[in-house]
């Protein structure tokens, strides 16, 4: 089947840590890459974005790195808070087939 | 002033009944989706319409059926329903040109008993 990422893994940070999500994606030939947030009861809300011709991107406290060599995406988030407690997806779009595809998603857990 | 709202937002049926779900969004946006997601959190596309026409149509059971009346309006009938359709279903939207990815609404948790 399609997937991107890994399995469902948790991370476990103190408030106030620099937290770094990974995930790896297949297909070379996808071109923009979306990390989402997902709250408990709620749907997944846009994060950070990243078009392929960059390889890094900053926003409010998050920074997204591109390594299309490996293909490889990782989501950076700054002074992490208990707020940011979520499952975050990467998610990819493949161009031929017109539809983004999500990987497994990281739960992240911040204590206070 | 919700941007995609979904109802209803939980639904417990037995097996074998027909249900729906329906889905609005009032972004103005041209392309309406519906993702399944699994017990393990896994998002997996179902179906996507752009201006009513059905655009993507993934290895989904033929008991699921979309129904785009307009734009604006992306509803899912599910015909006979088994165990295992229990899961959470997005509806999501997006521009044509997909920038910042999809919006989605809340969800709707199906539990088939």
């Known amino acids: 089947g399609e997937s991107v990422g890994l399995h469902l893994p948790t991370l476990s940070v103190q408030e106030g840590d620099n937290s770094i999500i990974n995930c790896a994606y297949s297909?070379?030939?996808?071109?923009?890459f979306i990390w989402y947030k997902q709250e408990s009861g709620k749907g997944p809300q846009f994060i950070i974005d990243?078009?392929?011709?960059?390889d890094k991107r900053q926003g409010q406290r998050v920074t997204v790195l591109l390594n299309k060599t490996v293909k490889h995406l990782s989501l950076q988030i700054a002074a992490t808070q208990p707020g940011d407690s979520a499952v975050y997806f990467c998610?990819?779009?493949?161009?031929?087939?017109?539809?983004?595809?999500f990987g497994t998603g990281t739960r992240l857990l911040v204590s206070p | 002033d919700t941007a995609v709202s979904q109802t209803p937002k939980y639904l417990v049926t037995q097996m074998g009944n027909d249900k729906s779900i329906k889905c609005e969004q009032n972004?103005?946006?041209?392309?309406m989706y519906w993702y399944k997601q699994d017990s393990k959190k896994f998002l997996k596309i179902m179906f996507s319409?752009?201006?009513?026409?059905?655009?993507i149509n993934e290895t989904v059971p033929n008991r699921f059926s979309p129904k785009s009346p307009d734009k604006a309006h992306l509803n899912l009938h599910i015909n006979s329903l088994e165990l295992g359709d229990s899961a959470v279903y997005f509806c999501?939207?997006?521009?044509?040109?997909?920038?910042?990815?999809?919006?989605f609404g809340s969800g709707t948790r199906l539990t088939v008993v």
């Open positions: 999501a939207s997006s521009t044509l040109h997909r920038d910042r990815g999809y919006t």
């Open positions: 297909n070379s030939a996808s071109d923009y």
């Open positions: 990243i078009r392929s011709n960059m």
């Open positions: 998610a990819e779009w493949r161009t031929g087939f017109q539809k983004l595809v």
């Open positions: 972004l103005g946006h041209d392309t």
């Open positions: 319409y752009n201006n009513k026409e059905l655009i």
